[in-house]
């Protein structure tokens, strides 16, 4: 069966969690984020949100990342070293499957995300997760 999702109607809903940390709980983010559907092997979500995400991974895919509203800067942790890329509205962009990488938006953004589960995040707010192996 099709699912519809009204879009406008669920950003709308999403309140800016200001000043988020990396190890900021399902509690914190709870008007923050959304799932707006199941997608494969995981969640289409909505995010708003200023400050830090924490580091993540997917080790079941990669992730489609759309940049609705305000500005970011994407870090990864890739094979050459750390990179770091600004993203705006209106961008697409594909973490690759197993890597790490945050979000960093002093200013505030919105997000879709097509995010495959499991999703790692580190215990403890490290530089590089990857030292945690």
Do not use: C
Request: charged share 25%; aromatic share 6%; glycine share 10%.
């Amino acid at each position: 069966m099709i699912q519809i999702v009204d879009l406008k109607a669920e950003l709308a809903k999403l309140t800016m969690l200001r000043g988020r940390g990396p190890l900021d709980g399902a509690e914190k983010k709870k008007d923050a984020v959304v799932r707006l559907a199941p997608y494969r092997d995981g969640w289409i979500f909505a995010s708003k949100f200023a400050g830090d995400s924490g580091w993540e991974r997917h080790r079941g895919g990669d992730e489609i990342v759309e940049v609705v509203d305000g500005t970011a800067t994407l870090h990864l942790l890739t094979d050459g070293g750390p990179q770091s890329v600004p993203i705006n509205p209106g961008m697409m962009l594909i973490v690759p499957q197993g890597m790490w990488h945050r979000f960093d938006s002093p200013r505030g953004v919105t997000l879709l995300t097509a995010t495959p589960q499991p999703t790692d995040h580190p215990a403890i707010d490290v530089e590089d997760p990857r030292t945690l192996e």
